[in-house]
Every structure is written in structure tokens, then in C-alpha cells.
């Protein structure tokens, strides 16, 4: 699963809790973060750093 992030600390953590919280528990998650200027890099990192199905990219 890829999602795009820029400035959207208001909708990640539900966006990255609905995606943890599906029945399939075999996935990876990637998010790329375009140049956010809100709190979106620490959400990732944050999500990143608790679970080894996410994996974080910052341009």
C-alpha cells in the first residue's frame, strides 16, 4: 500500500490506522512524504519506528 503525504497531520494517523487495521496483516506499507511543512514527518516516523510494515520516505 503507497500513500502520498503532504501537510496531512489532521487525516494520517486515521488514514495509517485504517490501513493497520485490516483483516490482511501481510502487507507493507509505504509512505512518501512530498516536502511537508506540518507534523506529517514525525506521524510517519513515529509509525515507522513501531512497526516493521511500514516503511517511510521523505523527498
Known sequence: VIIPVYNAEKFLV??????????LKEFELIL???GSVDDSAS???EYQNNDSRIQ???Q
Open 43 to 45: 506521524i510517519c516516523e
Open 56 to 58: 517511510y520516505f521523505s
Open 32 to 34: 512518501i512524504n512530498d
Open 14 to 23: 486515521e488514514t495509517i490506522e485504517s490501513v493497520l487495521n485490516q483483516s
